[in-house]
């Protein structure tokens, strides 16, 4: 299956949840006057709203740039998991409405029958840990590249087995 995810799903879950207590990781200050936009948030534990999960997610301002921006929608997810699991019998009642806002934010081939499916287990969901795909900054160049053999490499190590054979 495949999901291409819209970044406002972000504002939209984590307003579905009441918020979500996010641990951010260091100080977060970006102003863009023309867009109209102000992330503003101090290291330490900071109760979200929608608004600020989303310029949480959105931050790339550091010497990483969007590999620190991947690592802060970890963080938003396992909050998102964390207040899921706070929530205990209400997250059932919560799934319908969490399920619309998903399908109305993602473009995906899962059926939504199997998205109804899928959703009934996650309050029950544990995330024993994440990892991201290898890659590389491109020297002069605002973008990562990858290298496949590393990737497959990388996976089978992640989830177990054999990585293939490439050839040059």
């Known amino acids: 299956y495949y999901a291409i995810v819209s970044i406002d799903i ?8 009441g918020g979500v ?7 977060m200050y970006h102003r863009d006057n023309a867009a109209g936009l102000l ?6 534990p900071q109760h979200l709203d929608g608004d600020a999960a989303s310029k949480f997610v959105r931050y790339r301002n550091t ?5 620190d921006r991947v690592d802060n929608v970890k963080r938003l ?10 929530m205990n019998v209400r997250a059932v009642t919560l799934v ?3 399920i619309d806002t998903f399908l109305d934010n993602v473009e995906t081939n899962v059926t939504p029958a199997l998205v109804r499916q ?3 287990r996650i309050p029950n969901l544990r995330l024993a840990a994440t990892a991201t795909l290898p890659v590389h900054e ?3 160049k605002t973008y990562v590249t990858y290298d496949p053999a590393e990737v497959n490499r990388f996976i089978a190590q992640t989830f177990g087995g054999q990585a293939r054979e490439f050839a040059e």
């Open 138 to 140: 491109v020297e002069g």
């Open 96 to 98: 319908p409405s969490l």
């Open 39 to 44: 992330i503003d948030f101090q290291p330490g």
């Open 118 to 120: 899928l959703a009934a």
């Open 21 to 27: 207590t996010v641990d951010v990781p260091y100080r």
């Open 63 to 67: 010497l990483r740039g969007d590999i």
């Open 10 to 17: 972000f504002q939209d879950l984590v307003d579905a949840l």
């Open 77 to 86: 997810a396992f909050a998102m998991l964390q207040r899921l699991k706070e």
